[in-house]
Structures are given as C-alpha cells and as structure tokens.
C-alpha cells in the first residue's frame, strides 16, 4: 500500500519498506475548502407521519416555506389532533410525536420537514422549544 505522505529527504519511516512508493500527488490531497460536504436528504414515513431530514433549499424555496407562518413553543406535552394536513419545517427544537393508540414515537427536530395527515390525534412531547413554519392544506 502506498502512503500519501512524503518523508523528509526522500525516506520512508521505520514501520515501511525501503521500497514502499511515495507519491508526489494523490487525489485526496486537496485544500480542505475544496472539499464539498453536505448532509443527503433523506425521507422517511412512520406511523402515518413523514419526515424529510436536510431537504434541499432549492426544495424549501419551492414550497415557498420561509414565507409560511411560524408557531413556537417551549419544552411541554400536549394533546393535538388534526383537522387537516400539516406541513411543517422545524427551525429548532426536538419533539417526539406519540399518534394515539400507539406506544410507538416519531421523533422530529430541527431540519425536518414533517407532514401529518388530516385526522391524525397524537400528544406532543417537546423536550427542546420549537421554532417552525407551518402551512395547513
């Protein structure tokens, strides 16, 4: 295996083979500024609810989020139910969301855009205040 690493005149280290390569360039030597890191999206759906971790700006701004209203609460429980579809973008917070009749949880947090179906009952157990924006269809 070649190391990536060059030596001081020329030489490898005592745990390499005299003979071991040493390339002067490699490809995964690049300015850290180069290098492009960026959490994937990623949609799930759960118990009646979905959830969208770290969806693209490019898709917020084409739902038109950042002009929703927005809703805030501190840490709580709280029954709600839904008179009609939610869509939602978590700001801040982390909530887990018991729908009834389940002892199951889905957990919500900040970068989450999150859609409940009409009708859906559940409690709300906010562990960190929540800041949101909300579009009910």
Known sequence: MASAFAFASGTSPSFLPSNTLKPKHSPLRRPL??????SES?????????????PSESKLSQLGVRQWPKWG??????PWTYSSKETCYLLE??????P??????????????VEFP???SCTWEVSV?????????
């Open 33 to 38: 500024a180069a290098i492009n890191i960026r």
């Open 118 to 120: 009409k009708g859906m």
């Open 42 to 54: 990623m949609a799930t759906e759960k118990l009646g609810i979905k959830v969208e971790t770290n």
């Open 129 to 137: 205040a929540v800041d949101k924006h909300y579009k009910f269809e």
């Open 93 to 98: 917070g982390k909530v887990k969301v018991y």
């Open 100 to 113: 009834d009749g389940s002892n199951d949880f889905v957990e919500i947090g900040a970068g989450d855009l």
């Open 73 to 78: 609460c501190p840490p709580s429980k709280f």
